[in-house]
């Protein structure tokens, strides 16, 4: 969908499907227009979607309207006016009150030529309040900005739907209740707030590109829709660097999604993928993003993250890969953001620079990590360095430590494979 | 809209006040709090040995025990009701007040508005 105006036409005779696509453009839109005007977010979803299925019933038969985004705004306005009629509470009056003296107003110029003022950027702060539980952020972003329904959330974050809908509506409820603001941080709070957004955004994309449990290693759909998030972010914030970072870390990621998984959905590592599989065009435009992200200041950890990726995508193979680079960039981001899980994956690279030894020692000297004890990666970069240093038992010992704290079924095949390996004289 | 800001000491030196911060921080941001017209009322409690907890049994009894029951290190030791415009406000003003350094915490909790 991209950058498609509200105002352009959709063809005619679309088939629903495509449809659909169009509405979940508009959904964030139009959500957060109807809840900056009647600040409350309950009220607009439920007119949000009355809007679109009038839509559906509509547009079939009298033809897609001039200015379709115009059309499901005043449709949507015209039942919200019509439900605070109905109640009768101080609140309801006053917000009709409201929507009636901006009847009188002048409309907004953005209006006139057929888009919509943007105020998704609004409603992006309000889904990742720090005043909202960690968990809830993600979801109320795919809820409110990605349109999805509750079920699909719901399957999106793996919860039973019911346990979803709760945490929806507690989530709405704080919105409510405690009054947290539809606005965007000002320049001075901004540094604060984005971090949480960025992270959000980033955990929905984390959650499809390594599903914590399930059947499936990767889901692609929700990895789709953090990049367009992302996307819609960076064009409301286009001055904002760590935006540009965090969209082409995803996109420098998710360009290798076809390679990652072989043809039974087995988990397929860097140093195995056909990099003849990877999506060029999806890294080209990571590619143009990190310097965005890298100039101007000191970097933040996205783009960091993404000058990474990059050097792996340009890489033509496991050997080639700029791996001094690789180590220093990972020497800044332990910097900015001192982990034990970024410490791994600079031993990791230290081991590809430096040879297995000098691996194995880094990641020694992290056993004592609390974070990294029952973290399966953990165990396996170093089963894989024990391998590589012929310490088959106690390679093996690590990878069945691995296989044991695994959380998908990919990944154990993928472990059980190198276990068995490792039983072949000769490997 | 209002909110009450529950002041939550934490670590309680011996002359019974909040560590990291002196009456002088108190009695400044007590001045803040009144200038800005946001302050609906306001009390600091007296220290926490001369609390005294009752509960009613389901027979209809009263037992009154020494104390509150709080288990946690952090005692209440105050609150501000203040009325301002949504919870970043009410944020930003318990983010100001002493008791929120060090140890202790502002818990920030809507005041129930019932509208007819």
């Given amino acids: ?427 | 809209m209002k909110y009450m800001l529950l002041i939550n000491a934490g670590a309680v030196d011996e002359n019974g006040g909040a560590a990291d911060c002196d009456v002088q921080d108190w009695l400044a941001y007590d001045k803040e709090v009144r200038d800005a017209g946001i302050m609906v009322s306001g009390e600091q409690l007296a220290d926490l040995v001369t609390a005294t907890a009752v509960r009613v049994g389901e027979d209809g009894k009263r037992t009154v025990t020494d104390g509150p029951f709080a288990e946690t290190r952090e005692v209440l030791g105050g609150f501000y009701v203040i009325d301002v415009p949504d919870l970043d406000a009410a944020l930003d003003w318990a983010a100001r007040c002493p008791g929120a350094r060090g140890t202790g915490s502002i818990v920030v909790r809507p005041v129930a508005e019932f509208e007819g």
Wanted: with cysteine.
């Fill in chain 1, 1 to 427: 969908m991209g950058e498609r105006a509200a105002g352009s036409p959709i063809p005619e005779k679309l088939p629903v499907a495509s449809v659909e696509a169009v509405f979940r453009e508009e959904h964030g839109r139009l959500l957060a227009a109807l809840v900056r005007r009647f600040g409350d977010l309950d009220l607009a979803e439920e007119v949000t979607s009355e809007a679109i299925e009038a839509a559906l019933e509509h547009w079939p038969v009298d033809g897609v309207p001039p200015r379709p985004g115009a059309w499901l705004m005043t449709t949507a306005r015209r039942k919200a006016v019509d439900r605070l009629r109905r109640d009768r509470t101080f609140a309801a009056r006053l917000a009709v009150l409201r929507v009636e003296a901006e009847r009188s107003e002048p409309v907004p110029a953005a209006e006139v030529e057929g888009g919509l003022p943007d105020e998704r950027l609004q409603l992006f702060f309000t889904c990742a309040h720090p005043a909202l539980p960690a968990e809830d952020r993600g979801a109320l972003m795919l809820r409110c900005l990605a349109g999805l329904g509750t079920p699909e959330v719901a399957r999106a974050f793996l919860v039973p739907a019911a346990t979803m809908a709760k945490r929806i509506v507690r989530a709405k409820k704080k919105i409510q209740q405690a009054r947290i603001p539809f606005r965007v941080p000002d320049a001075g709070e901004l540094p604060d707030r984005l971090p949480g957004v960025l992270q959000a955004v980033y955990s929905i994309f984390t959650e499809g590109y390594a599903a914590s449990s399930g059947p499936d290693l990767q889901r692609l759909d929700l990895a789709e829709e953090a990049i367009r998030l992302a996307r819609i972010l960076r064009r409301l914030l286009p001055e904002e660097r760590e935006v540009a970072g965090l969209l082409g870390l995803m996109l420098l990621i998710h360009a290798r999604r076809e390679a990652r998984t072989g043809p039974d959905g087995e988990l397929v590592l860097l140093d195995e993928q056909d990099r003849g599989r990877w999506d060029r065009t999806m890294i080209e435009e990571g590619l143009r993003l990190v310097p965005v992200a890298l100039t101007g200041g000191q970097p933040g950890p996205y783009g960091v993250q993404a000058a990474i990726a990059a050097l792996h995508d340009e890489a033509a193979d496991l050997a080639t890969t700029d791996w001094p680079q690789v180590v220093a960039l990972y020497d800044v981001l332990l910097a900015l953001e001192p982990s034990p899980v970024v410490a791994l994956n600079r031993a990791a690279a230290v081991a590809m620079r430096d040879g297995p030894e000098a691996g194995l020692a880094l990641l020694d000297e992290l056993a004592e990590e609390p974070r990294l004890r029952g973290y399966s990666p953990y165990s396996t970069a170093r089963a894989d360095l024990l391998s590589r240093l012929d310490r088959h038992a106690e390679a093996a010992a690590a990878y069945r430590e691995a296989l044991e704290l695994a959380g998908t079924e990919p990944e154990r095949a993928h472990l059980r494979r190198r276990l068995a390996a490792l039983d072949q004289p000769g490997s």
